[in-house]
């Protein structure tokens, strides 16, 4: 009998317990939300109601109450919602903003599901301190690794709850290892290795010697000289990266033999580069910068083609355009102004087209390279794998965008075959493709034995070592960036000083600032372009402009992102391409942001008078362009001074 209950009472126990558990509610509530959000930025929350297999429950709608959260509206007003309205399982709510520092927890309850999360909270103003003691260092030391690391490191310091060990640890496991292993930036590694590799090949065989002579019939001074390295950058406009190292590598050895600066190579290199690919009918941009277009106007319900719109704006695009003129009126003149002027002066009276104590981001091993007397010198050893590399490129960006197309490739236009391709992937095929034409005309005309020809092919990558560390640490630096909100920060800041007439200048210099402290032109434009296109479509109709000042206003506000984040790319010493620019010229890297930047800043200035305030008023663009290309060399006239004093 005594078991008999023991049984029972153990048989109710269990059903008792089922039943309770039973009862429990099957599901649970994710929060999303940045891992570190700023005091007073707002960021973005997304609440999701999941089932009991962990996918989005849509049947999931009605009222949501919410604790911890607090709002600004679209003036800024400050709201405190308790509940608002869930509809499919999933509610985005924006402008989410904290008042305090420290851990700040948000909470919500849906009928019987409830979910927290906790979010550290810093005083904004930290955002800034990485880029800026990067940038300060560099510039004041003029050691760029070390300036580099203490940034990341102090940012990593503020992700790590202020402790420096973990900081430390955090810098080296979370961002700079990740920045390594990233694809993209791994296919960059090794484009720029394995082209430098074949500039050692066509240097140890007497192909880039060849070349130099070649030339040297034609451009017998530095104004010459300069003219056909702009010509260049000019030719190749398809992307900015193959710009920028075949640019400087191939021109590298004449501007020297013409005493032309390393500084003022690394000036024309980077000019060249962004500004032509950022308006080019056909580039490697073109797919990043329609697809951030259409997800603008996706945003507003706007039915327009991208491309189109994207053409239509070229003409706005007024940094490239005067950054293009200010690099023609300096070559053709002959005449500098700033530490660029120093620096030239120093070349043609010294021959020192290096200051005393420069670190050349090119090694000596490829630079300073001598090649035997019995070696003959024929260009097309050279030529003939740098065409290569370049109808490679353009070939490749073809074929594996229509590859990545699939079937519909074959009712895509050029430019869009063009913009979906992998530019990365095809850059990785030319360059290493060039090496081994660069090997076979080597050995074929017996050049080079088998093992000077691995010898100039190492000597080639080795002089990359040490801007491709820079380059790493760079790209971990824009993510602790990204990770500190530092461009929602500085877009936070500046967002009252919006007005329809003045967007186009405003936006132009918002995305300097973000290019500048971020050090990317893309993620600025990335950032920027999806806020300011609603921004420029709804001000100037809510403010009763005119319809065709509503389309310049539009248009140039659009172009203002892509020339702004331009600008802030050229200035910053962060910036991957200004790396690559140094290491594909052999410049201090340090000296080529000095001497760059004086150029920048005009040619900027000139670009807001003259084209973006005139541009929100209603100005023809092309006018604009002569306007300010005219007023550039007025200004450049009378603050330049001639290079060869007489």
């Not at 961002?175 to 720029?192: E, G, Q, R, T, W």
Request: glycine residues 10%; proline residues 4%; aromatic residues 10%.
């Amino acid at each position: 009998m005594f078991l008999r209950n023991i049984t029972f009472l153990f048989a109710l126990l269990i059903v008792w317990n089922g039943s309770v558990r039973g009862s429990e509610p099957r599901g649970s509530i994710s929060i999303e939300s940045r891992k570190i959000a700023l005091n007073g930025v707002p960021f973005s929350v997304t609440i999701t109601v999941l089932d009991a297999d962990g996918g989005i429950d849509d049947s999931a709608s009605g009222e949501i109450q919410l604790y911890g959260f607090k709002m600004i509206d679209s003036e800024g007003m400050l709201l405190s919602p308790n509940r608002l309205e869930i509809e499919n399982g999933t509610l985005t709510i924006d402008r989410v903003i904290f008042e305090s520092n420290g851990q700040n927890e948000l909470s919500v309850v849906f009928n019987s599901l409830s979910g927290s999360k906790n979010v550290q909270t810093l005083p904004a103003i930290l955002s800034l301190a990485p880029p800026l003691i990067a940038i300060g260092l560099a510039v004041l030391f003029k050691e760029v690794l070390l300036s580099l690391f203490a940034g990341i490191w102090i940012g990593a310091i503020f992700l790590a709850g202020y402790n420096p060990i973990s900081g430390f640890l955090v810098a080296i496991d979370k961002y700079i290892v990740p920045s390594l292993a990233n694809k993209d930036h791994a296919a960059v590694i090794l484009f720029s290795m394995g082209l430098g590799g074949m500039v050692g090949l066509i240097a140890r065989n007497g192909g880039m010697h060849g070349v130099v002579e070649k030339i040297s019939k034609y451009a017998k001074s530095a104004r010459s000289g300069q003219i056909a390295t702009l010509s260049m950058g000019l030719l190749i406009f398809f992307d900015d990266y193959a710009n920028t190292l075949l640019v400087g590598n191939t021109m590298r050895p004449f501007t020297d033999k013409l005493k032309i600066s390393r500084e003022k190579l690394a000036f024309l290199v980077d000019a060249t580069a962004a500004p032509i690919a950022s308006i080019a009918f056909v580039s490697t941009w073109i797919g990043f910068q329609n697809g951030l277009i259409q997800k603008g106007f996706d945003s507003i319900g706007l039915d327009r083609d991208p491309y189109i719109t994207f053409i239509s704006s070229i003409p706005y695009s007024f940094y490239a355009f005067i950054m293009l003129g200010l690099i023609v009126i300096t070559a053709v003149r002959a005449r500098d102004f700033g530490p660029m002027l120093t620096a030239e002066r120093r070349a043609q009276e010294t021959g020192k087209v290096l200051r005393e104590g420069a670190t050349p981001l090119a090694g000596a091993d490829l630079s300073e390279l001598d090649v035997p007397d019995s070696i003959e010198k024929r260009w097309y050893n050279a030529m003939i794998p740098i065409g290569f590399v370049i109808v490679t490129t353009i070939v490749g960006l073809y074929f594996n965008g229509k590859a990545a197309l699939g079937a519909t490739a074959e009712s895509m236009k050029f430019h869009e075959i063009i913009g979906s391709a992998n530019s990365f992937t095809v850059l990785m095929w030319a360059a290493f493709g060039g090496s081994i034409l660069a090997a076979i005309l080597s050995l074929s005309q017996k050049l080079t034995t088998l093992q000077e020809t691995v010898d100039g092919y190492l000597n080639g990558i080795k002089s990359m070592v040490y801007a491709m560390v820079i380059l790493i640490l760079a790209w971990s630096l824009g993510s602790i960036a990204a990770d500190l909100s530092t461009a929602e920060y500085v877009l936070h800041i500046t967002r009252g000083l919006f007005s329809p007439n003045l967007l186009p200048a405003m936006t132009f210099i918002v995305a300097a600032l973000i290019g500048f402290s971020t050090g990317t032109s893309w993620g600025t434009m990335a950032i920027l372009t999806p806020i300011v296109i609603p921004m420029a479509y709804h001000l100037p109709i809510e403010a009763g402009i005119d319809v065709s000042l509503q389309s310049s206003i539009f248009l140039g506000t659009i172009a203002a992102v892509l020339s702004g984040a331009c600008f802030g790319d050229h200035c910053s010493p962060i910036s991957d391409t200004t790396i690559l620019s140094s290491m594909a010229s052999g410049a201090d890297h340090i000296d080529h942001v000095k001497t760059q930047l004086p150029y920048a800043l005009l040619a900027a200035g000139v670009a807001i008078v003259f084209g973006y305030i005139p541009a929100g008023y209603g100005m023809n663009p092309f006018l604009s362009i002569v306007l300010g290309i005219g007023a550039l060399y007025l200004i450049h006239r009378k603050i330049s001074k001639p290079v060869i004093v007489s």
